[in-house]
Nanobody
Framework: QVHVAESGGGLVQAGASLRLSCVASELTLATVGWHRQAPGKEREFVGDINWTGQRINYADSIKGRFTISRVVTKNTVYLQMNNLKPEDTAVYYC??????WGQGTQVTVSS
């Protein structure tokens, strides 16, 4: 069964950038989404990208700061996060299709 794994999280200061990666175990043409869950809050949608990369959706809270891209031949989807804010602190998850979730990667932004 295909699975996905996130990486690239870390501890950064406000205003810094991070790039998260979501790597699938095999070639897939499914839509890939990014979600995040902050402590004490529900998981929220960040954005998603279809397999061609021509259809990308973003949550309003991160528009203009985050960019999603995809390299199909590498089975990889990226989440480039710029100008990070303390409120971006969360565990970030990618999801393949509707139901194949990774284990998450922690992003912590200090003020």
């Amino acid at each position: 069964q295909v699975h996905v794994a996130e990486s690239g999280g870390g501890l950064v200061q406000a205003g810094a950038s991070l790039r998260l990666s979501c790597v699938a175990s095999e070639l897939t043409l499914a839509t890939v989404g990014w979600h995040r869950q902050a402590p004490g809050k529900e998981r929220e949608f960040v954005g998603d990208i279809n397999w061609t990369g021509q259809r990308i959706n973003y949550a309003d809270s991160i528009k203009g700061r985050f960019t999603i891209s995809r390299v199909v031949t590498k089975n990889t989807v990226y989440l480039q996060m710029n100008n990070l804010k303390p409120e971006d602190t969360a565990v970030y998850y990618c999801v393949l299709g509707n139901n194949i979730w990774g284990q998450g990667t922690q992003v912590t932004v200090s003020s």
